[in-house]
């Protein structure tokens, strides 16, 4: 819920579910069956294929790079660069890209970018170590890269069989939708977002070469992922890599826990992205994830001011008591 002063101001409505690698729902609240787009959080399968393909490998890219293909980073310098050489180190660049143009998704991206004097380009966009992995993942197939956002490119036809493999679906339950970068986004009910970061968390945890590496790339390189403060960088950070957060978008929200073969998934019912991380915490704080009185860095997330054009703290956002 928004406060203002002792009013409530607006409600948000949050669904969510807690699924096993086993397939039971070990919990929900609201409708576990309500459509979320991935958005995405279909990254780490969308760079499964390519992974376990060989030819991530076979450009020379380590767990940096891993984890830069399943991030939605922050737009900072460090991202650019990365992205920059993963282009150069396949004879690409940026405009071969296929994700628009945006401002960086971090205070510190924006503030850097305009002190250099640059403006947005591709690769500031948080999608684009996702891009240069799936040009590179096509140029390495000797497939065409023109095109290779579009539904019926095999780049992406082995995305879509990657969230079938892991969700347990079929692709004619699939809503096949445009994401904002382009590439193709898969609408499924709730439920099967969390089993499928259940039964990859509880993979990785078994020994899976593939799902092993993804989440020991991101965990090794929280910041790659997400960004300064970005809230799966420091949920990542802050449990030392026990959680592996994954942010959707519209208020979509997966966590995966390896060791418990365990994930959760939520979706923000109108979409506002004020709350899902306030509901995220909260319900791992429920499961014992995370402990009732959470660090500092996770507490800045929980409850958030609402501030106004004087500076002055009027309210905040936080889960309704």
């Not at 922050?74 to 940026?94: D, F, K, Y």
């Not at 020991?216 to 990542?236: K, N, S």
Request: net charge neutral.
């Amino acid at each position: 819920m928004a406060t203002r002063g002792d009013a409530i101001e607006s409600r948000h409505h949050v669904h969510a579910v807690v699924r096993s690698a086993e397939g039971a729902i070990l919990g929900s609240a609201g409708d576990a069956s309500l459509l979320a787009v991935w958005r995405s959080c279909a990254k780490p399968f969308q760079a499964f294929s390519f992974v376990e393909s060989g030819g991530f490998d076979a450009c020379g890219w380590g767990a940096e790079e891993l984890a830069l293909a399943c991030a939605s980073h922050g737009g900072e310098p460090e991202h650019v660069a990365l992205a920059r050489r993963m282009l150069s180190s396949i004879g690409l660049e940026e405009g071969d890209l296929a994700c628009g143009a945006h401002e960086p998704m971090t205070r510190r991206g924006v503030r850097l970018m305009h002190q250099a004097g640059e403006v947005p380009t591709r690769l500031h966009n948080n999608c684009s170590g996702k891009h240069t992995a799936m040009l590179a993942y096509a140029r390495g197939q000797g497939w065409p890269t023109l095109g290779y956002e579009r539904r019926g490119h095999q780049v992406q036809e082995q995305a879509i069989a990657q969230v079938a493999r892991w969700s347990d679906s079929r692709r004619e339950d699939m809503k096949l939708l445009v994401d904002g970068c382009g590439v193709v986004a898969i609408g499924l009910p709730l439920s099967s977002l969390a089993f499928a970061f259940a039964r990859l968390g509880a993979a990785a945890a078994h020994g899976d070469v593939v799902p092993a590496r993804i989440l020991e790339a991101i965990a090794a390189h929280p910041f790659l992922f997400g960004g300064t403060e970005r809230f799966d960088t420091v949920l990542i950070e802050e449990s030392n890599g026990r959680l592996i957060s994954k942010v959707g978008a519209e208020g979509v929200h997966a966590v995966t826990i390896p060791a418990e073969g365990i994930a959760i998934a939520i979706k923000v019912e109108d979409g506002a992205s004020r709350a899902q991380h306030p509901a995220v915490l909260k319900l791992l704080q429920l499961l014992g994830l995370l402990p009732s009185v959470l660090p500092q860095r996770l507490a800045a997330f929980a409850r958030t001011p609402i501030v106004n054009t004087r500076n002055e703290v009027v309210g905040d956002v936080r889960v309704a008591s």
